[in-house]
């Protein structure tokens, strides 16, 4: 993950990217899983250090995403070998700014549609 990374500008809105899909958030602070939840009621958040998750869960997912600073190894790695197993769509997260991450999203979920 590029740490200077920084999301292109985009007109458009994480609403209308979200409104037909399930996605799902590994990881996290849970203040910043909280403040996310509040604006995306739809996009469901998982405790990065809860290595033992039902991992069937994950099949309900349309888009999995991992907030890569703030989860255990155990739970990514759980994750990881499901996703790889089940050719479930993932993506990263790599900032903490409500709106950069919302243009993160959008910029993976649009990457998705042009396949």
């Not at 990217?17 to 509040?38: A, M, P, Q, T, V």
């Not at 069937?56 to 907030?67: E, G, P, T, V």
């Not at 769509?89 to 998705?112: A, C, D, S, W």
């Amino acid at each position: 993950m590029n740490e200077d990374y920084t999301p292109s500008v985009l007109d458009e809105t994480l609403d209308s990217y979200i409104e037909s899909k399930n996605i799902l958030i590994i990881g996290g602070e849970k203040e910043w899983r909280r403040k996310f939840r509040s604006k995306y009621p739809m996009i469901r958040t998982l405790n990065g250090f809860n290595e033992n998750f039902d991992i069937s869960i994950l099949n309900n997912y349309d888009y999995i995403f991992f907030y890569t600073k703030f989860i255990s190894h155990a739970t990514f790695y759980r994750a990881m070998n499901f996703i790889r197993i089940n050719q479930c769509k993932f993506g990263y997260i790599g900032k903490t700014n409500i709106e950069l991450v919302e243009q993160e999203i959008i910029e993976e979920l649009r990457k998705q549609v042009d396949k």
